[in-house]
C-alpha cells in the first residue's frame, strides 16, 4: 500500500490518488473513496472537483428533492384523512340537526341532541389539535432531514479544516506497487 500525501493540493493529486483520468462519470467506489480523500484536500480543490462531477454535486439537491416529495405525499394523505374524518362528523351533526329540526322531541331529547352535537364538535376540536401537532412534527423532521442532508454534504467540504492537518492519512490500493 501506498501512504497518500499529507494534503491533496491539486486535482492532479487526487486523479493520481485515485488513478483516473477525469472526476466526471466515476464509480460508486470512486466517489466513496473521493469522499474519504476529502478531509485532506486543500477546501478549493475539494469544490472545484466536486463542481466537475455533478452526481456528486447534486446530490444534497436531489436528496432535498426526495425527501420533499415523500413528506408532500404524507401531507397529502394527511389532508384526505382530515377531510374524511371531519365529513363522518359533519354527517353526525347533519343527522343530529335533522332530528333537532323534528318538533314533536322533547326538551330532554333536544338537551341530548345539543349535548351530542357539543361531543361531536369536540371531537372535531381534538382531531384539529391532533393534526396540528402531527403538521408540526412533520415541519420539524422535514428541517431536520434537509439538516442532516445539508451537514452530510457540507462536512465533507467543512471537515478538513477540523481535521485537516490529522497525520492519519487513508490509503488506497495502489496496484503499481503490488508488482
Do not use: H, W
Request: with cysteine; hydrophobic share 40%.
Amino acid at each position: 500500500m501506498k501512504n497518500l500525501p499529507k494534503r491533496y493540493v491539486s486535482e492532479d493529486a487526487v486523479k493520481r490518488a485515485l488513478k483516473i483520468d477525469s472526476f466526471r462519470n466515476l464509480s460508486k467506489d470512486k466517489v466513496m473513496q473521493f469522499a474519504s480523500m476529502i478531509p485532506y484536500m486543500d477546501k478549493d480543490v475539494a469544490i472545484a472537483i466536486i463542481n466537475q462531477f455533478p452526481v456528486y454535486a447534486d446530490f444534497g439537491k436531489i436528496a432535498i428533492e426526495r425527501y420533499t416529495e415523500v413528506c408532500n405525499s404524507i401531507l397529502e394523505n394527511n389532508k384526505e384523512s382530515q377531510a374524511s374524518v371531519v365529513k363522518g362528523y359533519q354527517t353526525i351533526l347533519d343527522a343530529l340537526a335533522k332530528r333537532m329540526e323534528k318538533e314533536e322531541i322533547s326538551d330532554q331529547e333536544r338537551q341530548s341532541i345539543t349535548v351530542d352535537m357539543i361531543a361531536v364538535a369536540d371531537k372535531i376540536a381534538e382531531a384539529d389539535l391532533n393534526n396540528k401537532k402531527f403538521l408540526d412534527r412533520m415541519g420539524n423532521k422535514i428541517l431536520m432531514g434537509i439538516g442532516i442532508v445539508i451537514a452530510a454534504v457540507g462536512a465533507g467540504i467543512g471537515i478538513n479544516s477540523a481535521f485537516g492537518n490529522n497525520s492519519s492519512l487513508p490509503e488506497i490500493q495502489d496496484d503499481e506497487d503490488e508488482e
